[in-house]
């Protein structure tokens, strides 16, 4: 059964830290982009970060850029999203996303085949 899986999320306040995982199983990454997605309460789910197959290509939502890192270790297949300088606009359940593809990675939602059950990132005092 193919399944990803996200960890790391929680309860943080302004300005603090927290690592995402997502972790495969069932299959290999290694030849799959990946997206993190989040979706706030009363609102759609946005990208923001993917990462091409190989690490070589990454992107970033304009709201994150400089305070997320995403990053794979294949080897673990694994991929993190290593978070800082957290704010409450980042509040909301953050997944992961899988599709094959030998160069880049999509921005959109639409273009991942496989989906995480989500985890919950609260950013607050």
């Known amino acids: 059964q193919l399944q990803l899986v996200e960890s790391g999320g929680g309860l943080v306040q302004p300005g603090g830290s927290l690592r995402l995982s997502c972790a495969a199983s069932?299959?290999?990454?290694?030849?799959?982009?990946i997206g993190w997605f989040r979706q706030a309460p009363g609102k759609e789910r946005e990208g923001v970060s993917c990462?091409?197959?190989?690490?070589?290509?990454?992107n970033y939502a304009d709201s994150v850029k400089g305070r997320f890192t995403i990053s794979r270790d294949n080897a673990k297949n694994t991929v993190y999203l290593q978070m800082n300088s957290l704010k409450p606009e980042d509040t909301g359940v953050y997944y992961c996303?899988?599709?094959?593809?030998?160069?880049?990675?999509?921005?959109?939602?639409?273009?991942?085949?496989?989906w995480g059950q989500g985890t919950q990132v609260t950013v607050s005092s």
């Open positions: 069932g299959f290999t990454l290694d030849y799959y982009a």
């Open positions: 996303a899988a599709e094959w593809r030998e160069m880049g990675c999509p921005s959109l939602d639409g273009e991942y085949v496989y």
């Open positions: 990462i091409s197959s190989s690490g070589g290509s990454t």
